[in-house]
Nanobody, 118 residues
Framework: QGQPVESGGGLVQAGGSLRLSCATS???????????LGWYRQAPGKERELVAS??????NYADSVKGRFTISSDNVKRTVHLQMNSLKPEDTGIYFC??????????WGQGTQVTVSA
């Protein structure tokens, strides 16, 4: 109960774009605006890594995606998005949405698959 739900993954050729969405649930505005929202990914045989995060409107990005990915949040819909442009095969993996509340609770989605072909 209360876990985020991701959508928007798929199969795309290198150089293409995808937009991931994450819907949170049962989150009041005051909590949502002070939460840290993040996107993680896990490639086959690799550990899960932080791709991008946002808190208080301030985004942070992994070096590997800077200039290509954009994270954003919507306070009305209580959602977080990841716009991914100029995709590369190494971007392939399962992308997870993480909602870290100001009370220290981590909520994880089930993930959405992103596959980038060469």
């Amino acid at each position: 109960q209360g876990q985020p739900v991701e959508s928007g993954g798929g199969l795309v050729q290198a150089g293409g774009s995808l937009r991931l969405s994450c819907a949170t649930s049962r989150t009041i505005l005051s909590v949502f605006t002070e939460s840290t929202l993040g996107w993680y990914r896990q490639a086959p045989g690799k550990e899960r890594e932080l791709v991008a995060s946002i808190i208080g409107g301030r985004p942070n990005y992994a070096d590997s995606v800077k200039g290509r990915f954009t994270i954003s949040s919507d306070n009305v819909k209580r959602t977080v998005h990841l716009q991914m442009n100029s995709l590369k095969p190494e971007d392939t993996g399962i992308y997870f949405c993480n909602h870290h509340t100001p009370y220290g609770v981590d909520k994880w989605g089930q993930g959405t698959q992103v596959t980038v072909s060469a």
